[in-house]
């Protein structure tokens, strides 16, 4: 069997993703940022551990650029180090951490993601897990985006609105923020 320079054996070397897989470790943080877009559009599960190793990148953009391709490629080996980035990265890898776990989709990720959205200093991060919370439309991601109708920037409120719209339909969604405006004004 052969190995390929992704590490692989079994799998024939495909010479496209091994040139971006190199491209990765190039000193230049653009072209790296570039190999991790092209490798997520290709969508190749060949390039999964190097992207997870590329998530540690000292350039965020290129970290994040990783993070996204893992979410475009899907595959759950990259499910952990996706969590840290979410929990430890800089607010770009975390908001691209978070888009990731959206589209790759499993209940699992509902808890991280709910923390995001409630704990997270940056609102680019929240707004990314109410998408992503989205993505998963669970009952338990429609709780959390419930309490994030709360969050002090606007700009989460409205995705959480536009999210929780898309879950449950608009007209159930409109029916359900005038019983929200009215217990607040209530409350006033």
Do not use: Y
């Not at 590490?7 to 943080?29: C, K, M, Q, T, Y």
């Not at 790296?32 to 965020?60: C, K, N, Y």
């Not at 996204?68 to 770009?92: K, S, Y």
């Amino acid at each position: 069997m052969k190995e390929d320079a992704v590490g692989n054996s079994g799998l024939e070397p495909d010479p496209i993703v091994d040139e971006f897989v190199a491209e990765l470790r190039n000193s230049e943080h653009a072209i790296r940022s570039r190999a991790a877009s092209i490798l997520g559009r290709i969508g190749d599960a060949r390039a999964v551990q190097p992207l997870i190793d590329t998530l540690r990148d000292e350039t965020d953009i290129v970290a994040s650029e990783a993070a996204v391709a893992l979410g475009q490629i899907g595959d759950r080996d990259a499910l952990p180090p996706l969590l840290d980035a979410l929990v430890n990265g800089g607010a770009e890898l975390r908001a691209s951490a978070a888009w990731a776990l959206g589209k790759i989709r499993l209940e699992s990720c509902v808890d991280p993601l709910s923390d995001a959205l409630k704990g997270d200093e940056a609102w680019t991060v929240r707004e990314k897990a109410a998408r992503a919370l989205g993505e998963i439309a669970s009952p338990e991601a429609v709780i959390a985006l419930l309490a994030a109708l709360k969050d002090e920037k606007n700009n989460v409120v409205e995705t959480v609105k536009e999210v929780l719209g898309a879950i449950l339909g608009d007209r159930s969604f409109q029916k359900l923020n005038r019983v929200l405006e009215h217990e607040q004004a209530r409350k006033r």
